[in-house]
């Protein structure tokens, strides 16, 4: 604890034993300690962070997703890409817009010039383009609602910087020709053949890609793919094309109930002649059999006629009599008659 006293230049603080304390000395101290903290610590973090500086002057990265350009003063001096720098350098020499100009391959750490020198990157990916919906007319005059997308990617930067400059105006110049291609390959075509045969839809696809690449290769852009996502009717044509479906299915029923009418007329005729043919066979059979059977019982009343005449006169009356009289039946006829001689006076000899 300090005490105040008066000396001889005004007041002058003591401590508890009355001597002087020395303020200049604790000032001193204050600066040597904010003097080290500045030497050992500030300045290193103010050397590396221009050292840091300097080094992002100097160099720069490329991965394995970018591809870049160097930039000198707005005219491209280098541009890095991870293949085909071949085809970039021909590309280019078509233009005549880019003289001279170095292509690089690879990736990793790069160098430039510094505060001159600037990088613009760009993807090497895949990039997605997806379109809205849109309404297209058939030969037949059918329309119908589908959207498409493609896959597609920077090949030559330079060409992209000067001609799209973003990806958004690269998708909508790809909007403008994939869907004008395919507006007009579905003008040639039917509507049903675009929804039910797929291996037409997948070679006239194929044939837009190439199209479209005839044209985006000036653009440095490639197309990958191209699909039609979905493919519907308007909504205000469903009630059409269920009844025209329905009328469809209603003539094919009909059809296959005609067919099915014929070939049952056909198995129908097919076995009346066959039943007709097996009862003729059967009949012919049976009347065989039948003069098979008179022939032998001619033969036995033959027999029976030659041993006892009287017997077989006797048992061909009463056949006839089985057969022409009943139990209500009423004869008149002469009992001299030989179809009477065994119904009066006739006399049974008991043995």
Known sequence: MGFRMMGKRGPVEVDENGNP???????N???????DLFTHLLLPLFIILAIAFMATQFMFTVNEMEQALVVRFGSVQRIIVLKDADKVSEALERSGKFPDIEVVE???????MPFVDNVEKYSSQLITYKTLQGEVTALDKKKIVLDNNAQWRIV???????TMQT?????????????SAIREKIGKINGSKLVSDKEFVYEMLAEIKEEVNDVVKDYGME?????????EFPKQNYENIFNRMRTERQKMANKLRAEGEEQYKTITANSDKEAQVIKAEAYAKAEE????GDAEAL?????AYSKDPEFYSFYKTLETYRKTIGKNTRLVIDKDSDFAKYLFDYKIVKP
């Open 21 to 27: 304390i020395n303020k200049e000395k604790k000032i």
């Open 29 to 35: 101290f204050k600066s040597q300690k904010s003097k």
């Open 106 to 112: 690879g990736k990793g750490l790069m160098f430039k």
């Open 156 to 162: 030559n930067p330079a060409l992209f910087r000067i």
């Open 167 to 179: 990806v958004q105006n690269g998708n909508t110049r790809l909007d403008d020709l994939i869907f």
């Open 223 to 231: 197309v990958v793919d191209v699909r039609i996502a979905k493919t």
């Open 289 to 292: 059999i039948k003069g098979q």
């Open 299 to 303: 033969e036995i009343y033959a027999n």
